[in-house]
């Protein structure tokens, strides 16, 4: 989509001195917007491309979860509304991958690092899908949180990457409403209802909270991505905005946060404009964190197993589309002589 013509993205012949830098910084203070064959920093451009590839593979491996019961939800209805969700999600992907390789990496590189392990992605996704309510629970929860941290990208300072976001966040609000609207409907559903939507709250609470990165003091990337104004805001102000804006729904479909120390605190500070007043919250786990995020999660071997065996099985299809590519091209080429 938005690669043709960069294929010298990545070729960085231009002195990278400090009134390169200083320049560089100005446009960004500028709110200018980078493009893929405009001179930046290389930190730039490999901090773009950790960030964009792993958005895109949690984009990818985020299928799974969901994918696990879309041959059982309950009704066509849900079916239905389950298959564009999903769909969408690999559609998210998509638009990312194009996106990181307008910076000069290749997707097949991006893939080879998923599959290889080396690459990160969301945490979130290495915990499993038991019960029909987690598909509600993520809806609401998970991808509650993703537009909570994704909606401040689309004003980031690069410009493929801030575009695709508008997309993407339209996209997630409606799945985050129809998560919603899965959990009200359990919540006032029957007991059974009622307590399945709660144990899977129980299970998902903790885990979304640590969606939003590790606290500002342990994030080793924030400073610079703020100051290069990809971030926008760092990741305990996201998570403070995402619990003061969940705790009043869950209150609304009389759920339990499982959190006993969760307690409104009118003096909080949480640099709102001029507004103060936040939920304390408890600790997070962040062992718990760090292990899942180094591949010891519930999950983690069962999603990288599940995405290299759809690689190997799409194998004939890439090799198919790419024998049609070369004899459209020939085809094409004859044609252009012909007319010549
Ligand atoms: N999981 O310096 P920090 C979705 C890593 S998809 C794993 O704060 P940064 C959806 C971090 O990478 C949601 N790793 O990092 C899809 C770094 O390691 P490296 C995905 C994590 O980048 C389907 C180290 O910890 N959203 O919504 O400044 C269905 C230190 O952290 C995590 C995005 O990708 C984590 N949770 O901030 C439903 C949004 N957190 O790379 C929904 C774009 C941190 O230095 N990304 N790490 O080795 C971001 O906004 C930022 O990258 C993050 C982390 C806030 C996630």
């Known amino acids: 989509m938005y690669t043709q013509g960069l294929l ?43 960030q964009i590839s792993q958005h895109a593979h949690s984009e990818i491996i985020g299928m799974l979860p969901e994918g696990n019961w879309i041959s059982r939800s309950p009704t066509l209805r849900r079916k239905k509304i389950l298959l564009a969700k999903v769909q969408d999600e690999g559609g998210h992907g998509l638009y990312l991958y194009a996106a990181a390789e307008t910076l000069g990496i290749s997707r097949e590189e991006m893939i080879e690092q998923l599959l290889a392990g080396k690459a990160k992605y ?18 609401w929860l998970v991808d509650g949180a993703a537009i909570m941290n994704q909606i401040p990208l689309c004003r980031c300072s690069y410009g493929p990457y801030a575009r695709a976001m508008v997309r993407i966040c339209k996209e997630e609000s409606f799945h985050q409403r129809q998560g919603f609207d899965i959990t009200q409907t359990l919540a006032k559903g029957s007991a059974v209802q ?73 003096n909080k500070n949480t640099g709102k404009n001029n507004m103060s007043g936040g939920y304390d919250f408890g600790a997070i786990d962040w062992d718990e964190f760090w292990r899942v995020v180094k591949g010891d999660g519930p999950m983690n071997r069962d999603r990288l197993k599940a995405r290299s065996n759809a690689w190997d099985k799409g194998a004939w299809v890439r090799e198919a589309a790419l024998v049609h590519a070369q004899k459209s091209a020939k085809k094409s080429q004859a044609a252009s002589q012909k007319a010549a």
Do not use: C, H
């Not at 969301?122 to 809806?139: E, K, L, Q, R, V």
């Open 8 to 50: 010298n993205a990545g070729t960085d012949d231009f002195v990278e001195d400090d009134a390169f830098l200083a320049k560089f910084q100005a446009r960004i203070d500028n709110e200018e917007k980078i493009e893929p064959n405009d001179d930046m920093p290389k930190a730039y451009r490999n901090t773009l491309i950790r």
């Open 122 to 139: 969301s945490s979130i996704f290495n915990y499993p899908t038991p019960s029909w309510a987690d598909i509600g629970i993520i809806g």
């Open 194 to 266: 009622k307590q399945m939507v709660q144990d899977s709250l129980n299970r998902w609470w903790w885990p979304v909270l640590m969606m939003f990165g590790p606290s500002d003091s342990d994030s080793t990337n924030s400073d610079q991505t703020m100051r290069w104004r990809i971030k926008r805001f760092t990741n305990d102000t996201l998570r403070q905005k995402f619990v003061d804006a969940t705790v009043p729904q869950a209150e609304f479909l009389g759920l339990t946060i499982p959190d006993d120390r969760l307690k409104w605190n009118p």
